[in-house]
């Protein structure tokens, strides 16, 4: 599905690095690349300050191990350049795996400064202007002029819910339930959901129809854009999971969903009920956090 989202966003008049550029920033597309920089150096810097205190405990010298015959030997080497050093009886597993601690703990400590290092170095230099958004920048008489290598953020919205398509037909005795938009849905579980959506400014396409191979045409409950990332995200619930031949349907769907790489998780979204166990809308606002604001 985001496939084809993509081939579709690369038509047109576009030169051939525009596309790639357009295909390969799908995934990090209006990312602020300078906090995501200091969100990584932040956490390097509480590794490199958790293992200097770490290694003010470790024991002195290196630990060698010897290998003979599927049969370990441990030796302790006291000081630096010490060839065999003194062997250290299995009984003292504890200090064995202190000397081995010590020497992984240094490792990363070495590698954790430098590229601490190296990001405040980043750091420093990000003017915050990244090719994405020195469109935004140009008076409005230059975009005019100017192809963008990329839809600014209000075009692409208006286009994607712009999008016409022909949903599934409503048998005569489905219960009329509506949304807060004013659009018609099957279940109150999908009214809830669409609400809670709608509620978050999410935008959202209800059974839109794809295509699945060896399945043929499937209406997804709910087609989700996560504006951050560009990304078309499907959320199917299932809401009758004490019907035998209704969980026997579904689990048909969610096979022929990753069969066509489409999975859970990634590019779909699975909520689930049954008589027992009705809807969680703490839940749907949860799932809502993690897949469709972020």
Known sequence: MNKKTNEELKKGTKDDCTQKYMYDQSSVRSQNVKKILEER??????????????????PSGTLRIS???N?????????????????????QEDFISRLAQKSYDEKVLREAEKESHILQKMILCYKGQTV??????????RKELVRP???????????????????????ANTAELYTDRGERVRSKSELIIANILCKNNIPYRYECPI??????????????LNMERRKEILWEHLGMMDDPAY?????????????NG?????????????????LNIKIVQEVINRYCIS
């Open 67 to 69: 290998e003979y015959r």
């Open 132 to 141: 994405d958004t020195i469109f935004s920048c140009l008076s409005k008489s």
């Open 71 to 91: 049969k370990k030997q441990y030796y302790h080497r006291k000081k630096s350049g010490s060839r065999n050093g003194v062997y250290i009886p299995k009984d």
């Open 211 to 224: 295509n699945l191979k060896g399945y043929g045409t499937i209406y997804p409950d709910f087609t989700i």
């Open 41 to 58: 150096k932040a956490i390097l810097d509480s590794l490199i300050d958790y293992k200097r205190k770490s290694l003010k405990n470790a």
């Open 247 to 259: 969980a026997e349907c579904a689990v048909r769907k969610i096979q022929s969903y990753m069969i």
């Open 262 to 278: 489409i999975y859970p998780g990634e590019d779909l979204i699975l909520t689930a009920e049954t008589r027992q166990q009705p």
């Open 149 to 171: 290598i990329e839809k600014g953020p209000e075009e692409y919205l208006c286009e994607w819910c712009d999008f016409k398509y022909e949903g599934k037909n409503f048998d």
